[in-house]
């Protein structure tokens, strides 16, 4: 009987032992911290749980430390959070670090992969408290965690929380021997250890077979993108007449007068000129699949159209079939109104679709360049928007596509986003809480988002109490974004939001990110999902992160180029040097963005992932491995 409880004692022992597997050793620090959370972090997050448990996941105690226990996936992926209070009071410009311990116990079934955010900033939620806000993944053996930063403002004691959030799909991480250290402003966070960030590894088999369709669904898409229009022509001049009859003898002075008449498969021709238009121009008409109607420049000089109204071109309800191409948009103030709502370039809203806006420019616009709300079908190639954004509350960007909604089951690619340029948009109004802000922080300014495409309109048509809409469902197309040139914006580069199934390929971002509120990267996919990054160049701004996938999954990064950023997501097949741009700077033209000979990002993309021409037209190899970004060099 002795003998047997001894073995069953030493059989605990053992197995005691393995799972309490010894922690790897820290690394060494050069300097004294002073500790920032209690030393008894484990019973502060225990007690937590105990006051409120939540349904969808439960803080416990793990082998060796805290285990954080995601049974469902909340609605909003970080509303399971374990916190710990500073017990110290803090001052804008200390230097922090959090150290830590961790391990997957379970993992996400769906993509294999375990992760939380980690986030450092005050209780009320104020963003711009925000000192560090990160995700973090974790493999199943123990790895050491060491997170430095530098506190964005003054903080009390009790004031602010290092939180971890782990409310993910179903998961397990174990945490381990938690630290937050406090150092004197003159030790540098650089000057500390720092554990380099992984995004979800992705199997080369799987990495191949996206590329694959991206290059069959691009195929696909040249073959299926007709825009005819074969009807009879409406000519529009300065020289017109309000008794024109649209024939180029007797044209037409304003838009408005053509669209009033016209029908499928005809054209709006439109001289060179300035079109006041104080309401901005608003299409009605609709075209059909075989018969689009199109507004567009005659041949010479861009006509433009100036408003001091919501929109440039403003369509909704239903609105199908159009295409604008080769008009310049201005918005600009009237004197005889006090406040202005200065909106949108192009304006497509409530159940759009197939729409084609092509080689336009657009500037001045307060809210936004192109910026669409529940449409579907949307084309958006070869536009140039700059200098909007600035003066609006409801946050928008160069090109935004917010939500979507789900015109048919169709394959292949509904959105196509390809060779615009986008330069000086900015936020600089904080956004109202009705439109997804704060009312205290900077959100928005973007070179491109694709914005809450999960909680797309299933019918936008249908009557709203709240946003004539309908109920909310995913949004199932996929989106194209791909030659784009995006620099020295406010906001992320490209940025997706909430949204799902969006491949981003070769396109070049540069020194955007501006605004002091944003730090997320120059490319970012935020609580998505199938997202593809592929053979872009990111050249971001010294003091910011380079890319991000908070919150989301299935996101895949590969053989992409990233260059002077604070912190950069490693991946499969990343450079990791200057790309040699021709003569770079935030008020280059885009050609001083093409490569010189030499640069490190000539011929390193993916087979088959490029697409055929980059954003001037210039053929890309077949035979061989194209460049990076969305300039290919001739050679």
């Known amino acids: 009987m002795k003998t047997s409880f001894n073995i069953t004692l030493c059989a605990l022992i053992c197995l005691s032992s393995a799972l309490a597997e010894p922690l790897p050793p820290a690394a060494p620090l050069k300097f ?23 349904a969808a996941g439960v803080i416990e105690r793990g082998v060796v430390g805290i285990k954080l226990v995601t049974r469902v996936q909340p609605e909003f992926t970080y509303n399971l959070q374990a916190q710990l209070k500073n017990q110290i009071a803090l001052k804008k410009g200390d230097t922090l670090l959090i150290r830590f311990a961790a391990r997957s116990l379970k993992a996400d079934k769906s993509v294999g992969s375990t992760k939380v955010r980690l986030s450092f900033q005050k209780r009320s939620g104020d963003a711009r408290s925000n000192s560090y806000n990160g995700e973090i993944g974790f493999s199943a053996e123990w790895v050491r965690f060491d997170v430095p930063f530098t506190c964005a403002t003054d903080l ?43 995004t979800d590894p992705v199997p080369r088999g799987v990495i191949d077979s996206e590329v694959a369709r991206i290059s069959s669904m691009r195929q696909a898409l040249v073959v299926t993108d007709p825009s005819p229009a074969n009807g009879r022509t409406l000519h529009v001049s300065p020289k017109g007449s309000p008794a024109g009859n649209g024939s180029a ?55 433009k159209i100036v408003s001091s109204g919501w929109s440039g071109i ?37 159940a759009c679709h197939h729409l084609r ?57 509904h959105h196509v986003l390809r060779g615009n340029v986008c330069y000086d948009n900015e936020l600089l109004v904080h956004v109202l809480e009705t439109s997804g802000g704060n009312g205290r922080t900077l959100t928005d300014g973007n070179g491109i988002i694709i914005d809450v495409f999960n909680r797309s309109r299933a019918n936008p048509r249908k009557p709203h109490t709240q946003d004539r809409g309908g109920p909310l469902e995913p949004y199932r197309g996929r989106t194209l974004i791909e030659n784009n040139l ?19 390929v070769n ?52 053989h992409n180029l990233f260059y002077h950023s604070e912190d950069v997501m490693r991946h499969d097949g990343i450079v990791e040097a200057d790309p040699r741009f021709v003569a770079a700077s935030l008020k280059a033209s885009p050609g001083g963005f093409r490569l010189q ?37 001739k050679r």
């Open 32 to 54: 004294a911290g002073t500790a920032v959370v209690a030393s008894d972090w484990q019973a502060e997050l225990l007690a937590q749980t105990k006051k409120s448990p939540p």
């Open 249 to 303: 003898e007797a044209p037409f002075a304003t838009i408005p007068q053509a669209l009033a008449i016209v029908k499928p498969g005809e054209t709006i021709l439109v001289a060179a000129g300035t079109y006041k238009e104080p309401r901005g121009v608003t299409i009605k008409t609709s075209g059909r699949p075989d018969a689009w109607i199109h507004i567009k420049a005659a041949p010479g000089p861009r006509p």
């Open 314 to 350: 403003g369509m909704s309800g239903g609105v199908c079939y159009i295409e604008v191409q080769g008009l310049e948009l201005e918005w600009v103030p009237n004197p005889k109104v006090a406040r202005q709502i200065d909106g949108v370039g192009l304006a497509p809203s409530y």
């Open 357 to 413: 806006f092509i080689n336009n420019v657009v500037h001045g616009f307060g809210t936004g360049g192109i910026c669409s709300l529940d449409c579907d079908y949307l084309h958006i190639e070869g536009n140039i928007i700059y200098n909007t954004s600035k003066t609006s509350p409801y946050g928008g960007s160069a090109i935004s596509l917010c939500r979507s909604f789900n015109l048919d089951e169709n394959p292949g690619y």
């Open 156 to 198: 009390a004691p009790g004031e602010a929380s290092m939180s971890i959030a782990f409310g993910y799909p179903p998961q397990e991480v174990e945490i381990a021997e938690v630290q937050m250290l406090r150092f004197a402003p003159e030790v540098a966070a650089g000057s500390l250890p720092k554990t380099r960030r992984h």
């Open 507 to 558: 396109n070049t971002c540069y020194m955007n990110q501006k605004s002091g509120d944003i730090n997320a990267g120059e490319l970012t996919a935020i609580q998505s999902s199938e997202v593809v990054f592929l053979n872009n160049i990111a050249y971001g701004r010294k003091e910011k992160r380079g890319n991000t996938q908070d919150g989301s999954t299935r996101v895949i990064w590969s």
């Open 597 to 633: 000979p030499g640069s490190p990002a000539l011929g390193r993309s993916l087979d088959l992932a490029a697409p055929p021409t980059d954003i001037a037209g210039a053929p890309r190899p077949h035979d061989t491995p194209a460049d990076l970004g969305c300039y290919q060099l």
């Open 486 to 504: 995006i620099y020295d914006n406010g906001g992320r580069g490209i940025h997706v939001f909430r949204s799902s199934k969006v491949d981003v």
